[in-house]
């Protein structure tokens, strides 16, 4: 499941008083299984939504611990951090999910919650890898 966005648009009442129902709903099935990890992704994405970034961190770096070879994983982690301004920790999560198989690149290079790992030098080994990845797929063909 990857982090979807809300910073384009403002939720009304309604959609945040679900919302945080919601919250409520996984953070109670969370407490009896910690390691549920649908719910993680759920809760996880809800929190960003919800501007608790600090608190969808901590769901991520859950995420990892629990699915190491899950890129998708690590890609939220990479947006957990880069939202949370932890940048270089967002360009080794971010390469780490490339490594593990994540391929969405059109998505990357679009993704709000990674705006500002993308304005910073150390993207540019991020894009580095995306191109050599290209290449080698071309050649495969």
């Given at each position: 499941?990857?982090?979807?966005?809300?910073?384009?648009?403002?939720?009304?009442?309604?959609?945040?008083?679900?919302?945080?129902?919601?919250?409520?709903?996984?953070?109670?099935?969370?407490?009896?299984?910690?390691?549920?990890?649908?719910?993680?992704?759920?809760?996880?994405?809800?929190?960003?939504?919800?501007?608790?970034?600090?608190e969808s961190l901590r769901i991520?770096?859950?995420?990892?611990?629990?699915?190491?070879?899950?890129?998708?994983?690590?890609?939220?982690?990479?947006?957990s951090y880069a939202l949370t301004?932890?940048?270089?920790?967002?360009?080794?999560?971010?390469?780490?999910?490339?490594?593990?198989?994540?391929?969405?690149?059109?998505?990357?290079?679009?993704?709000?919650?990674?705006?500002?790992?993308?304005?910073?030098?150390?993207?540019?080994?991020?894009?580095?890898?995306?191109?050599?990845?290209?290449?080698?797929?071309?050649?495969?063909?």
């Amino acid at each position: 499941m990857q982090k979807k966005s809300n910073s384009r648009r403002k939720l009304t009442r309604r959609q945040l008083r679900d919302l945080d129902i919601e919250i409520g709903f996984m953070e109670g099935l969370l407490r009896r299984d910690p390691r549920y990890v649908e719910a993680l992704q759920v809760l996880g994405d809800d929190y960003t939504h919800r501007g608790r970034f600090d608190e969808s961190l901590r769901i991520d770096e859950q995420l990892v611990a629990l699915r190491p070879a899950d890129p998708m994983a690590f890609y939220n982690l990479a947006c957990s951090y880069a939202l949370t301004e932890q940048i270089e920790r967002a360009a080794s999560a971010l390469s780490l999910a490339i490594d593990r198989g994540y391929r969405d690149f059109k998505s990357l290079i679009t993704d709000p919650h990674l705006e500002n790992l993308r304005r910073h030098p150390l993207f540019k080994k991020t894009q580095a890898k995306i191109r050599s990845l290209r290449v080698k797929q071309v050649k495969v063909k």
